[in-house]
Structures are given as C-alpha cells and as structure tokens.
C-alpha cells in the first residue's frame, strides 16, 4: 500500500505526516542579530542566527554585486555548523547606494528542517536594524575571464573600482576532511565543462594507505598519503602537485609546476585556466611533519598544508593588488598578493593549471 505524507503543524512546528507515523520537524533557523563592525576603512555586515547552520548550502548574493568575502564564524564545532555569517567588502562601497544581502537555504544540523530565506538592505554609510524577511532574488554576477572595470562616471558620486579578471567558477566544498585537493580539482574540471566527482578524482589518483611509523611514511609524489577521512600528519595527509596533474590529464591537458611567478599565475587566469595553488591554512606558525619516504625520500610536510584554486586577481596581470581564491574549507577568499606570495612559497609556489 502506498504512503501518504503531507506536512502540517502544530504551535508553530512543522509536521511531517507519514500514515500512521508523526514527525516534529525542527523549527526554521531565524536571524536574531545583524551589526556593522570597521575593517579598515570598510564596514562588514555581521548577521546571527538562533541556531548553527550549514554553511554548505547557504547561497549568499549582495546587490549591486559587491566583490569581497562572505566568512561563517563562531562555529559550534571546528570547521562545522556556524551562528554568524559576515560579508566583508574588498573594494570601498558606494555612498548613498542602497545594498541588499540575501541568503537562502538556511538550514540548522538536522537535515528534515525546513530552510529559510532572509534578505537585509542597507547603505553604506548605515547600518539600520530591522532585516526584511523574502524569497532569495539575487544571485552572484557571472564574470568571464575578460578584466572588467568600472571607471568613475562624470558627476556620479560612485567611487573607483580596480580591473577585476575572475573566471566563472562557483564554491565546492570538499567532502572530506582532507579532500581539498579532490575538489580543487573538480572546481577547476567544471569551469572546463567536465563534471566529475571526488571519489572519480581519487580513483585516478591513487591511495597509499600505509600506517605512518615515525618517521617513516608514504610518498605524496606517488599517490595519497593515508587515510582522506583521517587525522592530518597523523593518520592522513594529502597529495602534491605531480599525480593530481596526471589524474586531470585524463581529462583536459594538465601541467604540474613549481618555482612560478605571479605573472605565471594572472597569465594563465587571463587565458581562461584556473590554478591549483599548494599553500598552508593561515593559523600562524607552520607545524613541521616531515618524514621520509621507504626508499629514503625525504618529503617535506606540514599540519597545516592546504590546497585551493585561483580564479582570478583584482588589477593588471603584472601588478595585481589581489589573488581570488576558491577555498574548499572557507570559501571565496580575496587575498593580497603579498600575503598570496608568503603562503604560496611554503611549497615553492607549486601548483596545477588546468587548460
């Protein structure tokens, strides 16, 4: 006999109905808060929820599209499930231009909840208190990999913003804990129109599943070093530049490298092909986990290794003022170059374009 499900509710809480059988789904996740608070000399938007949310699903727009950062914080467990979302621009906002932030599909930790839509307006120079609850309406502007700028307009009060090549490539978030080279990868195959998946990458790729002895461990040139799932340096790690380049020639023409310039990088951006950048997450001191390999291979490592993928730069391709960044662990990052340069010399700026 076939199952009738409907949902209803009861004081508020949504009911799902199955035969003879009731469940109270968890109520919507509610926006409790939003501030402004000064980074330099722009404001960012802090907005707070009642409950932890999954930042995997959220979709968050500003319009008129604004370039800069959308960061989760105040995470209730290490890199999982968020109580606040803040938009910092990188570029200065427009006086007396009126923005509007919108987020869709807010949904807490348990997956049956029903999700939620908010949408925020506010002007530069203000932020006003009360949010304005509607159906997500603006999605993030599609970029070609052409540099658009937005001069100054004669007696227009709108201030100046620097060129910016950006491909249109959108966040995916790794699905492991130490997968962010998998979706690197896939990010960058999609841009090429190839949809894969990571397992689809990491069968190409190779696992080396050896328990580390000491110093004793497997070869990251070779394969993947320990469990994906694992614990890094301890019971897992990665793998560098040299076998993901062989596993994406199975699909578009690939080149490992190492010892690259910048320009390197914002020349290959400008021609359509994303970046795979090895480089370390931003937690301050590097922690050395170096080992040597069966066959006296010394592989230089660190707890914080990370990889990412550029998509584009603010300015000239020979002077850029910033690196963008799709990061499978925090998002759309907009770097300086400089600080760029400093992480991206931890593995001797190494890396795999994709073309």
Not at 322 to 327: G, P, T, V
Request: hydrophobic fraction near 40%; glycine fraction near 8%; include cysteine.
């Amino acid at each position: 006999m076939k199952k009738r499900m409907f949902v209803g509710s009861f004081l508020g809480i949504p009911i799902l109905i199955a035969s003879t059988y009731l469940f109270a789904l968890p109520p919507r996740v509610v926006v409790v808060n939003i501030s402004s608070q000064t980074q330099g000399e722009e404001v960012e938007v802090k907005i707070t929820f009642d409950k932890p949310v999954r930042r995997q699903e959220i979709q968050a727009a500003i319009t008129p599209f604004v370039h800069g950062e959308w960061k989760f914080e105040d995470p209730l467990f290490q890199n999982h499930l968020y109580r606040a979302v803040v938009f910092s621009p990188i570029v200065k906002l427009d006086p007396g231009i009126e923005y509007q932030v919108d987020l869709g599909h807010i949904k807490n930790r348990v997956g049956l909840t029903v999700s939620n839509d908010f949408s925020y307006v506010f002007e530069a120079h203000e932020i006003s208190s009360e949010p304005r609850f509607s159906p997500l309406v603006a999605q993030e502007s599609k970029v070609s990999a052409t540099a658009v700028n937005e001069e100054k307009k004669t007696g227009d009060t709108r201030v100046d913003k620097p060129a910016v090549t950006l491909l249109d490539i959108p966040m995916d978030w790794q699905d492991s804990a130490l997968s962010c080279e998998a979706a690197s990868l896939k990010m960058a195959l999609g841009e090429k129109g190839i949809i894969v998946s990571e397992s689809d990458i990491m069968g190409r790729i190779g696992y080396d599943p050896t328990l580390r002895e000491g110093v004793l461990w497997g070869d990251p040139f070779k394969r993947f070093v320990g469990d994906i799932n694992g614990k890094m340096c301890t019971s897992g790690y990665g793998v560098f530049w040299e076998p993901v380049a062989g596993a994406a020639q199975h699909w578009r023409q690939a080149e490992a490298f190492s010892g690259w310039t910048l320009e390197n990088l914002t020349r290959e951006l400008q021609k359509g092909n994303p970046v795979m950048v090895w480089g370390a997450l931003p937690k301050g001191e590097l922690t050395d986990c170096s080992w040597y390999t069966a066959e006296g291979t010394y592989v230089k490592a660190f707890k914080e290794t990370h990889v990412r993928l550029a998509v584009g730069f603010m300015g000239s391709a020979d002077k850029p003022s910033h690196i963008i960044l799709n990061d499978p662990l925090s998002g759309r990052l907009y770097w300086s170059s400089s600080e760029f340069l400093a992480n991206w010399s931890v593995f001797g700026k190494s890396g795999v374009v994709i073309r």
